[in-house]
Structure formats: structure tokens, C-alpha cells
């Protein structure tokens, strides 16, 4: 079956814009995750929703950042007024359950702010 | 907060050789969950292998197997007969068992594999 689909795969825009991010998960998964991965970095946990609602919100940096799951199938993050840090690697997972289920992972959205 | 330590920035292994890779952890918990990833230059990440805390038992998946070591933190990924195609960025992942279900990640290491 299709696998997680992000959108778009590259975004350039320039510092103070506004940018959304779009995730498509894998079919009947209840379970969707944002990670950031900046340059040389590991994935750094941005949000996690289960179904609808953000389960855990911890990893947002600061309140530019927003992310919606309104239909509880695909999510859209949010960044306002966008600055030069925020370029990186923006990635997408789902997951069937929790535990030892794994993470499917999109390609990302590598985002660059100029 | 847990957290994943990956000391290898780089390795590198002669086609069909062994390489291991080591990752150690820092919890307080004692049931969890423990992964390696894969990620390749298309940017996905690939599940490889992985490991419940509770069992003993160390995890294999055809060439990959962990030597997971409860007592000292350590879960290392153990490459057999390395391929071209295994060449990639390897991420260890810790993930609580109940509470939040994120995936807590290292830095990684860049693995090259040399024909």
C-alpha cells in the first residue's frame, strides 16, 4: 500500500513568510509524528497527535509553530513568520498503535528560509 | 528525559565484512522499547530492527542483529556480510514504554560501506 506522502519535497521561502507543511499517513493509522532534523542532526521530536487531538506537544520550539489534524487522517504544520533557523529537514511518521509498533516515515520537506 | 548517545559521527566496513555500531542510553524506566533506523540519502527513514526492554532475547532480522545489554545501557547494531546498499545514516531510537510514544533519537552515524 502508499506509503506516509509529505508536501511539498523541497520549500524555499524568504525570512517573515508563512509556510504550511502537509502529511499524508498510511491508511487506518492513528498515530502521526512531526520531527525536525537539522544539518548533520538526528530527528528532533516536534508533536505527536492521536487521532484528532495533539497527544503531546512538547517539542514545539515556540508558539510560531502550530500543527492541525482536523479529520484525524492528514496534518498540516504551520510555521509563521519564518525565520532563518527554522530551515531543516521536516519530518512526518505513522503508526498503527503504540509500543513496539514502528514508525513509518515520509520522504520529509526540506524547508529553507532565505 | 531520556536520552540516545551515538559516539561513532562515522564508520566504515569493507563489502561483506562485520562492522558494529554502538549506541548507549540514559532512562530511568524500566520497561521500553529501543530501534535502529536506516536513512538513506532519499531522506526516509527505515526501520531496521527492534528491541522490547523485557526481552532478553536479542533481536535478528536476517544480517542484523543487536547485542542489547540492559544493565548497561548499550544496544548496538551488528552488520553481517555489509552490502553497497547498506551504505546510509544509522539512528539508534528509545521509545517509553506508556506516556508519550515519541521516538527519542541519537545523532547517528554515517556508515560507509567500501567495494
Known amino acids: 500500500g502508499a506509503g506516509v506522502s509529505q508536501t511539498p519535497s523541497n520549500k524555499v521561502t524568504e525570512k517573515g513568510k508563512y509556510v504550511e507543511l502537509r502529511c499524508d499517513p498510511i491508511s487506518g493509522h492513528t498515530a502521526l509524528y512531526w520531527y525536525r532534523q537539522s544539518l548533520g542532526q538526528g530527528p528532533e521530536f516536534l508533536i505527536y497527535f492521536q487521532g484528532t487531538g495533539a497527544a503531546d506537544d512538547s517539542g514545539l520550539p515556540n508558539d510560531r509553530f502550530f500543527a492541525v489534524r482536523p479529520e484525524g487522517s492528514v496534518s498540516t504544520l504551520k510555521i509563521q513568520r519564518t525565520e532563518r533557523g527554522d530551515s531543516a529537514v521536516y519530518l512526518c511518521a505513522s503508526s498503527s498503535g503504540v509500543g513496539a509498533s514502528p514508525l513509518h516515515f515520509g520522504n520529509g520537506t526540506r524547508l529553507t528560509v532565505t | 528525559a531520556q536520552t540516545v548517545t551515538q559516539s561513532q559521527p562515522e564508520m566504515s566496513v569493507q563489502e561483506a565484512e562485520t562492522v558494529t555500531l554502538s549506541c548507549t542510553y540514559d532512562?530511568?524506566?524500566?520497561?521500553?522499547?529501543l530501534f535502529w533506523y536506516k536513512q538513506p540519502p532519499s531522506r526516509q527513514m527505515i526501520l531496521v530492527i527492534r528491541q522490547e526492554a523485557y526481552k532478553q532475547q536479542n533481536a535478528t532480522e536476517n544480517r542484523f542483529s543487536v547485542n542489547f545489554q540492559k544493565a548497561a545501557k548499550s544496544f548496538s547494531l551488528k552488520i553481517s556480510d555489509s552490502q553497497l546498499g547498506d551504505a546510509a545514516m544509522y539512528f539508534c531510537?528509545?521509545?517509553?514504554?506508556?506516556?508519550?510514544?515519541?521516538?527519542?533519537f541519537g545523532k547517528g552515524t554515517k556508515l560507509t560501506v567500501n567495494p
Open positions: 531510537a528509545y521509545r517509553s514504554q506508556g506516556g508519550s510514544e515519541k521516538l527519542v
Open positions: 532512562t530511568s524506566e524500566s520497561d521500553y522499547y
